[in-house]
């Protein structure tokens, strides 16, 4: 079981930065692919970015592609989420996941394994 948990949520006004972390507890095959989704009440969890093949790879959903960096330092094993510019419609709770697959990280299959989350306020 991979174990993953999220910390630097919080309230923030529109236009201001976060950075979200997520410590993993092995950097293995299992962990291949690190990705963060986010989820608001009564919809389902949606990809935000994702970081594989070590950190040559990343991919962002299409609204916050130039405002979000995810980036991933393995010796410290945690993954990160910067995020600028946030709006009112970045909030949401944030999960870390994890998978030994990229699909995960491209949004073409859920993850094997998920954090608690993070929350993330965005006021206007």
């Known amino acids: 079981q991979v174990h993953l948990v999220e910390s630097g949520g919080g309230s923030v006004q529109a236009g201001g930065s976060l950075t979200l972390s997520c410590v993993f507890s092995?950097?293995?095959?299992?962990?291949?692919?690190m990705a963060w989704f986010r989820q608001v009440p009564g919809k389902a969890r949606d990809r935000v970015a994702g970081?594989?093949?070590?950190?040559?790879?990343?991919t962002y959903a299409d609204p916050v592609k130039g405002r979000f960096t995810i980036s991933r330092d393995n010796a410290d094993r945690t993954v990160y989420l910067q995020m600028n510019s946030l709006k009112p419609e970045d909030t949401g709770m944030y999960y870390c996941?994890?998978?030994?697959?990229?699909?995960?990280?491209?949004?073409?299959?859920?993850?094997?394994?998920w954090g608690r989350g993070t929350q993330v306020t965005v006021s206007s």
């Open positions: 996941a994890a998978d030994s697959r990229k699909g995960a990280c491209l949004g073409v299959h859920g993850p094997q394994y």
């Open positions: 970081i594989y093949n070590g950190s040559s790879t990343t």
């Open positions: 092995e950097d293995t095959d299992r962990t291949y692919c």
